[in-house]
């Protein structure tokens, strides 16, 4: 077994690290781009909910009103069931928009995951290094 010198490991050991910090910055990025776009997706969803709870609103006055003028079932009843199910759609989509646009569904797992892993790699490393170190002495 050929031993290197130290200056020639630390070498090696800034270029590893080097690499590491540019691939995990890269991780991080297009982590972060992937939930930029489950951002737009869940402010697509909650404007797409916003849209449909104003028209359920305004049907189901309109349902209000007809139930109020007429004393007949079929008016005021349609609408109320073209209104509830506006509404209930509606609300729907808002809770889910809501919902993917939590923070820790914002947060990028995957770049946390990687780092934990290359720190438990270092630390192996690093006492599998040691070990060779004491045994060369």
Do not use: C, H
Not at 48 to 63: C, E, S, Y
Not at 117 to 129: E, M, P
């Amino acid at each position: 077994m050929s031993l290197r010198a130290i200056p020639d490991l630390l070498i090696d050991l800034l270029n590893e690290f080097t690499n590491l910090v540019r691939t995990e910055s890269d991780l991080a990025r297009t982590e972060m781009s992937e939930n930029l776009v489950k951002l737009a997706a869940g402010l697509g969803l909650l404007v797409g909910g916003a849209v449909l709870l104003i028209p359920a609103l305004v049907i189901l006055l309109q349902a209000g009103v007809a139930a109020l003028q007429t004393q007949g079932i079929a008016p005021y009843w349609s609408a109320l069931i073209v209104g509830g199910a506006a509404l209930l759609i509606g609300i729907i989509l808002f809770l889910i928009g809501i919902n993917q646009m939590k923070p820790k569904n914002l947060l990028p797992r995957k770049t946390i995951n990687q780092l934990q892993r290359d720190v438990s790699v270092a630390k192996d490393q690093a006492r599998i290094g040691d070990g060779d170190i004491q045994r060369a002495a």
